[in-house]
């Protein structure tokens, strides 16, 4: 993405902060990971500089009546840095100055302000304990009110740009092949990493920097465990195995997974679970409009699967209470989320009073687990929500059976 589109992210930032108020981003001293959520750190700061540079800050003041003021501070670089890291990238950012000059700075501004909104890590998916700048912001202000900035950059990461749509587009483009070819390499005997090196060779080959978190290839009794990390069992003729992968794109990634006979056909009893997975997925793909909450989406697919179980029998009808709530019984064969919010991390922290609007982009998930015959299906897209709906981003990348079980014949 060029520089215009992380100018226009601060411009939309200090539009939203309150009167009278300074946004406060800073990164740590060591570039980190965000978690296991995150293939590069401080995806904020990226957000609004393009950079994920150690030991830099950046100052936005509330736009008021006068345009958006931006204040970017680096590590000084000397020839050495030069040599080994090369030239940083354009920021688009005018006012830069030297890191040192930080506190002073800050101290300076925030005299002249009501009210601090101080970053700092606040996804629960991906947890890093790094409350430094809050610490130094009280040292040096103690007097001033502080507050949270997540809340508000949350509300303003959710909403997608167009240079931001264009990635993601990009990354699910690069995904559905990563997909077909990795697909392909299924059969008897294979193993886990295998797989893993199949999708990484045509995601790097084609320009990603490849996973956005760790992957997940499971088989049999694995696919149970919802993140399982093991990859050195050979698979078998008789397993459906799960594949679910993440894609990076210019710092932006889409999440997805399918299930695969590892034989080359799925058994009856496998294809029936399957079928009413993809059931679920369409159904839950539909529910997506604008002006719901995730949260009624996802108590409508939970309502959905809880029918799909009641037909195949895996629930009684004495397990369901009222048929307007989910049932506890529903939890032994769907126990995570069917949705989450995608972007510049796998689980994008996005308020969850937020209503869905065109231009979010969201992960469905949706799954059946049948723990007493040792298998699970979970079948996963990313897709972008327009006035009308949810489109896939997986172009290509198909969810019928029988075009899975065709994948693995070519």
């Known amino acids: ?4 589109c992380f100018a226009n992210n601060r411009a939309r930032l200090a539009a939203s902060l309150p009167a009278g108020s300074l946004a406060v981003i800073a990164t740590g001293p060591y570039a980190i990971p965000c978690g296991a959520d995150s293939s590069a750190p ?11 540079l150690p030991q830099a800050a950046l100052l936005v003041r509330a736009t008021g009546s006068g345009p958006a003021h931006s204040i970017l501070f680096v590590p000084q670089r000397d020839a050495r840095d030069l040599l080994w890291e090369g030239p940083e990238e354009a920021h688009g950012i005018d006012d830069v100055r030297p890191w040192t000059s930080f506190e002073p700075v800050l101290r300076a501004m925030a005299f ?24 130094l912001c009280r040292r040096l202000l103690p007097l001033h009110p502080i507050d949270r900035l997540a809340p508000l950059t949350g509300r303003l990461r ?15 483009a690069v995904a559905a092949d990563a997909f077909r070819r990795a697909i392909g390499a299924v059969r008897p005997g294979v193993r886990g990493f295998q797989i893993k090196a199949e999708f990484l060779h045509e995601s790097v080959s084609r320009g990603s920097r490849g996973f956005a978190c760790p992957p997940l290839t499971a088989s049999g009794k694995e696919t149970l465990t919802l993140h399982w990390n093991g990859d050195r069992r050979p698979w078998n003729a008789d397993e459906t195995a799960l594949l679910d992968f993440t894609m990076e794109w210019n710092g932006l990634c889409v999440d997805t997974a399918r299930c ?16 009413a997975a993809a059931r679920a ?5 539909a529910a997506l409009r604008p002006g719901r909450l995730l949260s009624e989406c996802q108590q ?12 195949l029998g895996l629930l009684k009808a004495h397990d369901i209470r009222d048929p307007r709530v989910p049932s506890p019984a529903l939890q032994r064969h769907f126990m995570h989320d069917a949705y989450h919010h995608v972007g510049h991390e796998v689980h994008d ?29 979970r079948l996963e897209n990313t897709a972008l929500l327009t006035i009308t709906g949810a489109e896939s981003l997986l172009p290509g990348l198909p969810v019928e059976a029988e075009a899975i079980e065709t994948l693995l014949e070519v």
């Open 349 to 377: 922290p996005v308020p969850h009073d937020l209503p869905l609007a065109a231009g979010q982009v969201i992960a469905i998930e949706p799954g059946i687990y049948v723990p007493d015959e040792g298998f699970g299906i």
């Open 300 to 311: 409508d697919t939970a309502l959905f699967l809880q029918g799909e179980l009641l037909r």
């Open 281 to 285: 997925l369409h159904f839950a793909t």
């Open 112 to 135: 002249q302000s009501q009210q601090l909104l101080v970053q700092a890590p606040e996804n629960p998916c991906a947890p890093q304990e790094d409350a430094w700048l809050v610490n």
């Open 1 to 4: 993405m060029d520089a215009g």
């Open 260 to 275: 695969v006979p590892v034989g080359g056909r799925f058994s009856p009893r496998h294809r029936v679970i399957y079928d």
């Open 42 to 52: 401080w995806p904020d700061f990226y957000y609004f500089t393009g950079l994920r």
């Open 158 to 172: 959710a909403v997608k740009q167009p240079a931001e749509i264009a990635a993601l587009k990009a990354a699910g």
